[in-house]
């Protein structure tokens, strides 16, 4: 009898940690994956030449200019110069990673998503600058004085 409830505990404890991905959990899982992906072809000899002709990305997913991003990231990948690097196994991973993610940003997860920031050069340098609205800027330089 112990063990029957013993293992009932167990499954229910089990079941709890099943609850699906929401969208905001799947892209920023597939945003890690992608970069560590990313850091890995940079390192291994045989890709890194062709990802080098990639442009620099720090994904944010919190960032609206994620989306146009991703799009012209596609694009370079797309028109990679040599077949070589077309054909590349981790190259074409990369690629299928970031259309997933671009596909679920822009159909599935459209209107899910919450944007903070539109700081376009955060994404190419990975330094975000700070924004501040009138209010707080007014604020700031009160303090000063």
């Not at 597939?30 to 390192?43: D, F």
């Not at 994620?66 to 040599?82: A, S, W």
């Not at 998503?113 to 330094?127: H, M, N, P, S």
């Not at 609205?133 to 007014?138: A, F, G, I, S």
């Amino acid at each position: 009898m112990r063990l029957a409830l013993l293992l009932c505990f167990f499954s229910f404890i089990w079941l709890a940690d099943c609850a699906p991905p929401t969208c905001y959990s799947r892209v920023l899982g597939l945003s890690k994956e992608i970069i560590g992906l990313l850091g890995k072809l940079h390192n291994y000899h045989r890709t890194k030449t062709c990802v080098e002709i990639l442009p620099k990305m720090f994904l944010d997913v919190q960032n609206s200019c994620i989306n146009t991003k991703l799009r012209d990231f596609l694009y370079v990948m797309e028109n990679l110069p040599t077949q070589y690097c077309r054909e590349r196994p981790g190259i074409v991973l990369l690629k299928q990673k970031v259309t997933n993610l671009y596909r679920i940003i822009n159909r599935i997860c459209y209107r899910d998503l919450v944007y903070f920031t539109d700081d376009c050069e955060a994404i190419e340098t990975g330094q975000s600058t700070p924004h501040y609205r009138e209010d707080r800027l007014q604020m700031l330089v009160e303090e000063k004085r």
